[in-house]
T-cell receptor, first 110, second 114 residues
Framework: GDSVTQMEGPVTLSEEAFLTINCTYTATGYPSLFWYVQYPGEGLQLLLKATKADDKGSNKGFEATYRKETTSFHLEKGSVQVSDSAVYFCAPNNNNDMRFGAGTRLTVKP | NAGVTQTPKFQVLKTGQSMTLQCAQDMNHEYMSWYRQDPGMGLRLIHYSVGAGITDQGEVPNGYNVSRSTTEDFPLRLLSAAPSQTSVYFC?????????????FGPGTRLTVT
């Protein structure tokens, strides 16, 4: 079945550092790809998405590009802020069964 | 819109007890789902529904039942609680099942089974 492998955390960065969180997936067909973010004590919310190969999703300074050849959807941000501290989940969606990565906890220190 | 609501927020059960976690959405979404979140394991899909009267199993359905009698509500029933069901439970909904639509999540229910 479909699966997703996400970079293990926790990740600790200083403010204004560059962020990369790796995500690779296995799936049949052409899934849509999502990154969700979970702030402390809350449910998940959509951060960005891409629905076809070479699409770039972006939001709040975060970006991720749908790489079909490497089945990857790595999350990047050029300059993180303290407010970006959260848990990030990669999620390919190929049908009604949306699978999530294990999550990567990011802590940004001032 | 209230979005996706879940009750209760916290619950403690003894082994063998039963209970129902409530989930409701006011966005007229066809698709609803239940996940459990455990440390280091991300979210795992328990059950989902693509519309009223239709439900299906996800990755970890054992020990849980669901029904979907209305578009708005999607309760999750624990028939006989076990310590392994200690977890945080999230309900989610989306406009349509399938590929391009984001899911909207409720705030979660933290369940402890002793």
């Amino acid at each position: 079945g479909d699966s997703v492998t996400q970079m293990e955390g926790p990740v600790t960065l200083s403010e204004e550092a560059f962020l990369t969180i790796n995500c690779t997936y296995t799936a049949t067909g052409y899934p849509s790809l999502f990154w969700y973010v979970q702030y402390p004590g809350e449910g998940l919310q959509l951060l960005l998405k891409a629905t076809k190969a070479d699409d770039k999703g972006s939001n709040k300074g975060f970006e991720a590009t749908y790489r079909k050849e490497t089945t990857s959807f790595h999350l990047e941000k050029g300059s993180v802020q303290v407010s970006d501290s959260a848990v990030y989940f990669c999620a390919p969606n190929n049908n009604n069964d949306m699978r999530f990565g294990a999550g990567t906890r990011l802590t940004v220190k001032p | 819109n209230a979005g996706v609501t879940q009750t209760p927020k916290f619950q403690v059960l003894k082994t063998g007890q039963s209970m129902t976690l409530q989930c409701a959405q006011d966005m007229n979404h066809e698709y609803m789902s239940w996940y459990r979140q455990d440390p280091g394991m991300g979210l795992r899909l328990i059950h989902y529904s693509v519309g009223a009267g239709i439900t299906d199993q996800g990755e970890v359905p054992n020990g849980y039942n669901v029904s979907r009698s209305t578009t708005e509500d999607f309760p999750l029933r624990l028939l006989s609680a076990a310590p392994s069901q200690t977890s945080v439970y999230f309900c989610a909904s989306s406009y349509l099942p399938g590929l391009a639509h984001e899911q909207y999540f409720g705030p979660g229910t933290r369940l402890t089974v002793t």
